[in-house]
């Protein structure tokens, strides 16, 4: 995984859900290498910045313990 040397953070309280597939193909067009989302999403709520981008890395960098079991995180990690 490559995250780049510099990246975006935001948070889906700052920008919207509803925005954020948009915002993460904007940051990628602008050449960042990584779109952090924080305020620990749960996991299927990342789909929409994968699905709007092709290269960006997307990362959470913390998944919430106690809102995500670990078997589905497995699961979905391996489908990706």
């Known amino acids: 995984m490559q995250l780049g040397k510099i990246g975006i953070w935001t948070s889906y309280r700052a920008i919207g859900e509803h925005?954020?597939?948009?915002?993460a193909k904007l940051v990628e067009d602008l050449g960042f290498g990584t779109f952090w989302l924080g305020?620990?999403?749960?996991?299927?709520?990342?789909?929409?910045?994968?699905?709007?981008t092709e290269?960006?890395?997307?990362?959470?960098?913390?998944?919430?313990v106690w809102q995500n079991e670990a078997s589905a995180l497995s699961l979905a990690n391996a489908n990706s």
Do not use: E, H
């Not at 999403?41 to 699905?51: G, H, W």
């Open 55 to 64: 290269r960006i890395t997307v990362a959470t960098g913390i998944l919430n």
């Open 39 to 52: 305020g620990s999403p749960q996991l299927p709520a990342l789909r929409p910045l994968l699905d709007a």
């Open 19 to 23: 925005n954020a597939d948009v915002a």
